[in-house]
C-alpha cells in the first residue's frame, strides 16, 4: 500500500509519522550490510521471496510492527529491531495463502522471544491457516531456538511450550508447503517435514536435526553443513524433504505449482483447468513403448507423459525411492496423481524407500481427493538381506495397509508385471477396483522364475537334466499366464490398446466427479499402523 | 577433470557390457547391463564424459555399492 505522509500538522499526522517509521524499520530487515551479506551468498531475503512467489500488491502483512524497540532516557524510539520472521495474507494465482518465513538477516532467523510467535511451530501464521481454511506456504531459513534467549529469560523453556499441534493439525486441513531456502535446524526444520510438499536448493541450504558445532560438541565427528545436510543427504538419500531444485526460484516456483493442483482445504474440490490438450490424443508410440523381451526395462517417465496433458507433470521425489515414480498431473484439466513403478530401478521392485514414497503420495491424494492411477510394473517387494535390513516387508505391507484404507476414487493400469503383495499395494478395493491392462500385461502372486524352482524342487531334481527341465514347467506355466485368459474369467476388467490410454482415463477420472464431491472433508484414520 | 565412480544400487551379474575404456558416453548413456530380480538393469552415466576404467567383467556377481566402472568428465 502506498504509504502518504499527512502533512497538516494535526495530531493524526504525528501519528501517521511514527507508524510509517515504525514500518520502515520493518522493511529494512536486519540492515543494509546483513542483506548484502543474504545477496552475497546467492539468497534472497524473506521479503524478496514473498514479492516473488506472491501475486504483485497481494500481501496482506500482520504483526508488520513486532519487534524489539529501543528507546532514550525520555523514551523516545531510537530504533526496532524487527522480529526475524515476516508473515501474512496473500494470494498466489489469485488464490489466498498464509505465507511466512524466517529473516536471516535479523540473527540468523533465529526464534524471537515474544509474547505470541508470529511464524514457525504455533505461529500466528499457522492459524491464519488453520481459520481462513487456506494453504500455508513456510519459507524456512532459521535455526530455530538460541541458547541466548535463556540469557534474556533468566530461566530455560521446556520443549514443546510452542508445540507442533497446529502443525499436525493443518495436516489433515489445508496444503502445506515448505521451501527450504537456508540452514535450517531445530524447529524450522522440523516444521519443513510436516508438510504436503517440501523443496530445497541445492548447494545453497541445508537441513538438519542439529547443524556442524553441535555435532561436533556431541559426538566428535567434523563435518561441514552441506555434506551433513545438503540435498544429497536431505532429499536424493534421506527423502526427508522431497524435491531438490537449482534455485531460490525454481524452489518458489515449484511451490506455486505444487499448490496449483489442490484445493484451498480438504473440504473443497481441487480446480480444474481449461482442457489445452485434445482428450482423444492417441500415441502410436505406446504400442511400442515396452520392449519384446519382457526382462527389458523401459522408459515409464516417458510413457507417463505421452498419456497425461502435455507439460502437466510435477514429479514428487524424483530422486528419492526410485523404484517407484510419484507425480501429481493432469488428464483434460482434472489434477491426478499417478503412482508408476520405475523398471529401470530394481527391475521395479518395491523397496523400503519406494514404499514410505508411495504411502505419503497416496496419503497425499487421499486427503485433497486427487484421484488415483496406478501404473502397474512391479514384479514384487525388492528381495535380499539389504531389503530384509531396511524392512522392506514391514514398510511394503505398510503401503499395502495404506491402499486399503483409500477413499479417493483409483484405476489400476496394468502395463506389464504385477505380483504378489506389492501387486496389492497398487489397488483399492474400497473403489470400483476397476482395473485395465495393456496385452504386455502379466500378474499372478508371483514371477513364474522365481516360483518354479521351489514349488517344483524335488521335480526338478529327480530329472535327468533338471535345468532343462525347470525351463518346461516354465514354458507350461506361462502359457496359463497370458493377460487374456485372466480377461475370459473375468478376473480383470478390461483390456485396452495401449492407444486408448488417454482417451479412457480422461474419461474415467471426469466420471470420477461425482464421487469426489460426496468424499469431500478431512480423513478419519482408524487403528495402528503396521 | 574429475573422476566419478559409477556403482551398483543392486547385487546381481553383469549381463552385458556396452562400452569400452576410452568410450566417451553421453548423459544417461546405457554403460553396461547388469541382471537382477530376473531383470535387465541398465546402468547408466549421470553424466557426460569418457570411461576410464572398467572394474567389472561380464558374468562377473557385484554387489551393492560396488564400483562398477570410471568416468573422466
Not at chain 1, 103 to 129: I, P
Not at chain 1, 298 to 315: F, P, T
Not at chain 2, 27 to 35: A, T, V
Amino acid at each position: 500500500m502506498p504509504d502518504r505522509k499527512l502533512d497538516n500538522g494535526g495530531p493524526g499526522a504525528a501519528r501517521i509519522d511514527e507508524l510509517m517509521r515504525r514500518r520502515a524499520f520493518a522493511t529494512a530487515l536486519g540492515g543494509p550490510e546483513n542483506v548484502a551479506r543474504q545477496h552475497k551468498g546467492g539468497r534472497l531475503t524473506v521479503r524478496e521471496r514473498i514479492a516473488r512467489i506472491t501475486d504483485q500488491g497481494s500481501l496482506r502483512e500482520v504483526g508488520t510492527l513486532a519487534g524489539t524497540g529501543e528507546y532514550d532516557e525520555h523514551n523516545v524510539l531510537r530504533k526496532v529491531t524487527p522480529a526475524p520472521y515476516v508473515a501474512g495474507l496473500a494470494r498466489i494465482d489469485g488464490r489466498p495463502v498464509a505465507i511466512g518465513g524466517e529473516d536471516f538477516t535479523v540473527r540468523g532467523g533465529t526464534s524471537f522471544g515474544a509474547l505470541r510467535r508470529k511464524g514457525g511451530q504455533g505461529g500466528y501464521v499457522e492459524d491464519l491457516a488453520h481459520h481462513y481454511k487456506i494453504p500455508l506456504v513456510n519459507l524456512i531459513d532459521g535455526a530455530g531456538g538460541t541458547v541466548t534467549s535463556a540469557k534474556r529469560r533468566g530461566y530455560v523453556v521446556f520443549p514443546g511450550v510452542d508445540g507442533f499441534e497446529r502443525s499436525v493439525e493443518l495436516l489433515g486441513e489445508v496444503p502445506v508447503v515448505s521451501a527450504v531456502l537456508g540452514t535450517a535446524a531445530g524447529g524450522p526444520a522440523g516444521r519443513a517435514i510436516l508438510s504436503h510438499f517440501s523443496v530445497m536448493v541445492r548447494g545453497s541450504s541445508q537441513i538438519f536435526a542439529a547443524g556442524p558445532p553441535v555435532v561436533k560438541r556431541s559426538l566428535g565427528q567434523i563435518i561441514d553443513k552441506e555434506d551433513l545436510g545438503g540435498a544429497a543427504v536431505a532429499v536424493d538419500e534421506a527423502g526427508s524433504i522431497h524435491n531438490a531444485v537449482e534455485t531460490e526460484d525454481d524452489a518458489l516456483d515449484q511451490v506455486r505449482r505444487f499448490l496449483s493442483f489442490m484445493p484451498q482445504n480438504v473440504w473443497e474440490l481441487p480446480p480444474v483447468l481449461a482442457v489445452t490438450d485434445p482428450v482423444d490424443r492417441r500415441e502410436d508410440a505406446l504400442l511400442e513403448i515396452v520392449p519384446e523381451s519382457r526382462t527389458r526395462a523401459y522408459d515409464m517417465q516417458r510413457l507417463l507423459e505421452l498419456v497425461v496433458d502435455r507439460e502437466s507433470i510435477l514429479e514428487i521425489q524424483p530422486t528419492h525411492g526410485r523404484a517407484v515414480i510419484t507425480a501429481l498431473a493432469r488428464l483434460a484439466g482434472r489434477p491426478v496423481g499417478l503412482v508408476a513403478n520405475n523398471p529401470k530401478i530394481y527391475g521395479g521392485a518395491m523397496d523400503a524407500d519406494a514404499a514410505h514414497k508411495q504411502i505419503h503420495f497416496m496419503e497425499l491424494c487421499d486427503t485433497f481427493h486427487i484421484p488415483l492411477i496406478f501404473f502397474v510394473d512391479v514384479p514384487g517387494f525388492m528381495v535380499g538381506l539389504k531389503a530384509e535390513r531396511q524392512a522392506t516387508l514391514r514398510e511394503g505391507m505398510r503401503a499395502v495397509y495404506v491402499a486399503g484404507q483409500l477413499r479417493v476414487p483409483t484405476l489400476t493400469l496394468v502395463i506389464r508385471k504385477c505380483y504378489g503383495m506389492a501387486g496389492m499395494a497398487t489397488c483399492n478395493k474400497n473403489d470400483i477396483d476397476l482395473k485395465l491392462a495393456w496385452p504386455s500385461g502379466e500378474w499372478g502372486s508371483l514371477p513364474v522364475e522365481g516360483g518354479v524352482a521351489a514349488a517344483f524342487r524335488r521335480e526338478i531334481a529327480a530329472a535327468d537334466d533338471p535345468k532343462a527341465r525347470e525351463k518346461e514347467i516354465e514354458a507350461e506355466l506361462r502359457a496359463y499366464a497370458s493377460p487374456f485368459r485372466t480377461a475370459e474369467a473375468f478376473a480383470v476388467e478390461e483390456i485396452i490398446d495401449p492407444r486408448e490410454t488417454r482417451p479412457l482415463l480422461c474419461e474415467y477420472i471426469a466420471l470420477s466427479e461425482g464421487r469426489l464431491k460426496i468424499g469431500l472433508g478431512p480423513r478419519t484414520k482408524a487403528g495402528v499402523s503396521p | 577433470m574429475a573422476t566419478t565412480e559409477i556403482t551398483s544400487d543392486v547385487i546381481g551379474t553383469v549381463w552385458k557390457i556396452e562400452k569400452a575404456v576410452g568410450d566417451s558416453v553421453a548423459e544417461g548413456e546405457i554403460i553396461m547391463i547388469l541382471e537382477s530380480m530376473k531383470m535387465e538393469i541398465p546402468v547408466e552415466a549421470p553424466a557426460a564424459g569418457t570411461i576410464a576404467a572398467l572394474k567389472v567383467a561380464t558374468e562377473e556377481s557385484v554387489q551393492e555399492d560396488q564400483v562398477l566402472c570410471l568416468i573422466e568428465s
